[in-house]
Each structure stands twice: as C-alpha cells, then as structure tokens.
C-alpha cells in the first residue's frame, strides 16, 4: 500500500473527532492509524485557541482529535468554535463517546449496553419553559435545531443502508475486538446488562434498611443520598423487576422458549442504530420520564454535547450506550461503551469519502521533509 502523506497545512484536515471525557479521548486516540505529532513537530494552531488537540491518520482520513475541557453543551460549543478558528477546512465533526440509551428505538429494535446510536438529528431537551405543572419543550422552526447539511444527510442515508450498515457493524466489532486486547478490557457480561422496569426505583428495597427510601412509592417521592450513590447489589434491587429481552436470552445460550441452543454466533456483537438523539445538560436518570420523552420525541439515546456542537460544526453523534438513562445506571459499561463508540467511528470514517483537494496531495512529500508545515 503506497503511503498516504501527510498534509502540508492545518486546513487540509477536514474530520474532527471530539470526545467530553478521557475514557472517550483514550479509546479514540488508541484507533489512530497514525500520529502527526510526534518527535517534537507540531502544526500549531491559530491565537486564541485554547483546545488540546492530537492530529492524525484513521484509514485514508487525516483527523483533528479534540478533548473538551468538561462536559455540556456550553464547553462542546466554545470547542467548536476554536476549531473552526485553527482548521477552517473542517468539514464534518463527529461526536464520539458514551450515551444513555432508550431500551427500545422508534422502529421497535432491541438496544443493549455496548450498542453505538449515530444520530440523524439532535433534539435539544432543555430548551423550554417549565410551567407549575410540566415543561414544554420550545419546538418552533425558529427554536429547533437545523438539519444536517446536503453532505451530512446524503451520506447517513447511505451508510444507513443495508449493506453499509452491514459493513459497518462488522467493522465495528472488530475494531472493538482488537482494541479491547489492547487494552485488556473485558466484555462485562450479558449477565450485568439489567433493564429494570421503569417505574422501578433504584433506591434501599428493605424498609428497614433506610427510613426515606421506606416511603418512596411514586416518582415524585425522594429516596436517600446513600442510595444515589450506590450499586444494585448493595440495594438489593430485585431481578423480579428486570424486562425480558430476546437479545439477552439469546446471548445467554436460549431460544425464545428457554430452551438451550448453540445458535448464539454475533449475539454479543454491538448493533448499530440510527435515528433522533436527546441532547441536554441534565443527566436522565429516570426510567419514566426517559420513555416519556422517547415517545414524545422519537430519541433512541441522551448525552449532553452535540446540542452545543450542532450549530457550530456539521456535526454526527456516534456514541456508544452504557446505561438506561434510568435511575440504576452505573459505571460498569462506560469503558466498554467508550471502545465500541471508537470502534465505531473508525468503522464510519471507512464509508466516508474525502475531497479532491486532498487526493491531489499524493504526490506531495511527507511533513518530515518539510520545513515548515504548520499554516
């Protein structure tokens, strides 16, 4: 394979990768084919700019990797605009990391932990009015979100065909395969993918155990600090109360009727789905309002940054699920979530074709034989 050279100057690089939290930025940075910036190179960037970028090759793609400095849609659109200021050649920018997922999507398919959602647009949930007896989403044509670009909306309805899809899934497990030996990360087991019901508190399920959870019985009620802060297993959460789903079942070796089978090829692997994600600065962590919501918007997935990126950048959301946006969500997942989000992108990126600009570089040398690369 000829090599792929560098680009001479910070506006050739048209795809940024940005990720909220290092588990994120990690996992991205792990997938880079290659690093721009090393032995002491560096393109630089434009005054003013305060990111922290890693510049490098994933596939035929020269990327700008951006950690945010936290998380929310105030820090993702200070982000984007910086971006802008130092590579204004930027032409699509991609969200990448960890989401709360919405156990079912609009079509009626399954989500597990470790699934990837890509957006086709984003929602944002916060922006409202919150009258004394509920909140209305402002929903105008003035007040939404605007759509993807020609570019954006063209390709997401390409690689959400079957075959690009297809292609895309299978890319996504490997990469995620191979980046979990890399970091010696375990799957964490369908066993430790619970769904509970919705209306089913997270919260001391013995009333002896805590006097405030005792007298917790609708959504409104409070439960104790202790409680938000601890596992199911310490709160005894009953598995009574867990949602039946045939993934699961599957995985676990059974047919739809208990009855074992050895049929359980790619059951584990992480599903692709497309469609509306929920963009806010409140974490869901509740099971009723997040199905509300689903209902009422159509979302498949919550984070909290691409509402604050969509105006900015052309932006798509790729991020991979690691709770049920309910009040039981953990930790557990976040790594896994992280790898196969990565995974993802680079598998996305493989779909992604580039401008004639940039294959006019190749016969352009290699930055190590330039004396001054950086615009």
């Not at 940075?29 to 005054?47: H, M, R």
């Not at 709360?100 to 957006?119: F, K, M, Q, R």
Request: with cysteine; aromatic share 6%.
């Amino acid at each position: 394979m000829a090599q792929i050279p560098r680009p001479r100057h910070r506006n050739d690089f048209e795809i940024a990768l940005i990720c909220a939290l290092r588990i994120e930025h990690d996992a991205v940075e792990a997938l880079l084919d290659e690093n721009y910036e090393t032995d002491g190179f560096s393109y630089g960037k434009a005054p003013g700019d305060h990111n922290a970028y890693t510049l490098g090759r994933i596939g035929n793609h020269h990327v700008v990797l951006v950690q945010m400095p936290g998380m929310g849609k105030a820090y993702a659109a200070g982000v984007a605009s910086s971006l802008r200021t130092s590579f204004d050649g930027i032409k699509l920018g991609i969200l990448v990391g960890i989401c709360g997922g919405v156990p079912n999507t609009a079509e009626g398919a399954e989500t597990l932990l470790g699934d990837v959602v890509i957006s086709t647009t984003v929602i944002q949930i916060d922006l409202g009015r919150q009258y004394p007896h509920k909140f209305v989403r402002k929903d105008s044509l003035e007040e939404n979100l605007g759509r993807p670009n020609s570019e954006v909306r063209a390709f997401l309805e390409k690689v959400s065909g079957q075959l690009s899809r297809q292609r895309v899934k299978d890319r996504t497990a490997y990469y995620s395969e191979e980046l979990c030996k890399e970091k010696r990360l375990e799957y964490p087991g369908v066993e430790n993918d619970k769904l509970y019901q919705p209306q089913y508190r997270h919260k001391h399920q013995l009333q002896s155990s805590c006097t405030v959870c005792a007298q917790c019985r609708t959504i409104d009620d409070e439960v104790c600090e202790i409680a938000l802060n601890s596992s199911c297993m310490d709160l005894m959460c009953d598995d009574r109360y867990l949602v039946s789903r045939n993934r699961i079942i599957k995985a676990r070796g059974l047919s739809s009727d208990g009855i074992p089978t050895t049929d359980t090829e790619g059951t584990r692997e992480p599903s692709i789905h497309f469609g509306r994600v929920a963009s806010g600065d409140t974490v869901m962590k509740c099971g009723q309002h997040r199905d509300d919501i689903a209902e009422r918007e159509k979302v498949i997935a919550f984070e909290m940054e691409g509402a604050g990126m969509w105006e900015c950048l052309p932006t798509v959301v790729i991020k991979g699920v690691c709770d049920y946006a309910d009040s039981h969500k953990s930790k557990k997942w976040q790594g896994y979530a992280a790898v196969t989000a990565a995974a993802c992108t680079k598998a996305f990126l493989g779909e992604w074709r580039t401008t004639g600009r940039r294959d006019a570089l190749a016969d352009c040398p290699t930055v190590q034989g330039m004396a001054n690369p950086a615009r």
